[in-house]
């Protein structure tokens, strides 16, 4: 516990101590938190999708719920851990940067725990199928941005504290997920 409220307060100081203590170790328990933020959102997409899976797959609803969870959980480990994690290493050591591998999954890693704070609200929400309208839209907007910023901001530290290069670099390291995250919600709100 103490790890997580220093992560979100501190994280200069918790990627020091996570770089000591798992400095011999190939595999730590971090790749847990990729597992466990898939599986909340294959959760969310369930339920605010639930009546068409229902009639798709034609089984029990409880089947279909924990093919999608376990989906999710799936889908990030192997995001966060096989793409994620090594195109942001691959980008970091054409910046000279000095970090290993299993430095910056350590960096993504932590860097998603601070969107899961959005995640019981979106849950609530698509369980309920309550329309999200008026101040609670900005709410949520809000909410969500300052969230994504809060994650940003940890991994930049973590970039900047694993690579042991300043500012420019850690961004110019973040820019390319930027620009696809950027290019992604453009065409997402054109289509809409």
Same mark, same amino acid.
């Given at each position: 516990?103490?790890?997580l409220?220093?992560?979100?307060?501190?994280?200069?100081?918790?990627?020091?101590?996570?770089?000591?203590?798992?400095e011999?170790?190939?595999?730590?328990?971090?790749?847990?938190?990729?597992?466990?933020?898939?599986a909340?959102?294959?959760?969310?997409?369930?339920?605010?999708?639930?009546?068409s899976?229902?009639?798709?797959?034609? /089984?029990?609803?409880?089947?279909?719920?924990?093919? &999608?969870?376990?989906?999710?959980?799936?889908?990030?480990?192997?995001?966060?851990?096989?793409?994620i994690?090594?195109l942001?290493?691959?980008?970091?050591?054409?910046?000279?940067?000095?970090?290993?591998?299993?430095?910056?999954?350590?960096t993504i890693a932590?860097?998603w725990i601070p969107?899961?704070?959005?995640?019981?609200i979106?849950?609530?929400?698509?369980?309920?199928?309550?329309?999200i309208?008026?101040?609670?839209?900005?709410?949520?907007? &809000?909410?969500?941005?300052?969230?994504?910023?809060?994650?940003?901001?940890?991994? /930049?530290?973590?970039?900047?504290?694993?690579?042991?290069?300043?500012l420019?670099?850690?961004?110019?390291?973040?820019?390319?997920?930027?620009? /696809?995250?950027?290019?992604?919600?453009?065409? /997402?709100?054109?289509?809409?």
């Amino acid at each position: 516990m103490n790890t997580l409220v220093t992560i979100l307060n501190k994280p200069n100081q918790t990627f020091e101590y996570l770089e000591k203590k798992y400095e011999d170790v190939s595999n730590p328990d971090y790749d847990v938190i990729f597992m466990v933020f898939g599986a909340f959102f294959g959760l969310i997409s369930f339920l605010t999708d639930y009546n068409s899976a229902t009639k798709i797959f034609n /089984i029990h609803p409880a089947f279909i719920g924990l093919f &999608v969870v376990l989906l999710g959980a799936g889908t990030a480990f192997v995001f966060g851990k096989h793409i994620i994690a090594p195109l942001t290493y691959w980008i970091g050591k054409a910046l000279k940067g000095e970090a290993a591998k299993e430095q910056i999954r350590i960096t993504i890693a932590y860097s998603w725990i601070p969107l899961f704070f959005k995640l019981p609200i979106d849950v609530y929400y698509s369980a309920t199928n309550t329309p999200i309208i008026g101040v609670e839209y900005w709410i949520m907007t &809000v909410l969500g941005l300052l969230t994504y910023i809060w994650a940003l901001r940890i991994e /930049i530290i973590g970039l900047m504290h694993f690579n042991k290069y300043g500012l420019y670099k850690a961004i110019v390291n973040k820019l390319p997920f930027l620009i /696809i995250q950027g290019g992604f919600l453009y065409w /997402i709100l054109t289509i809409t």
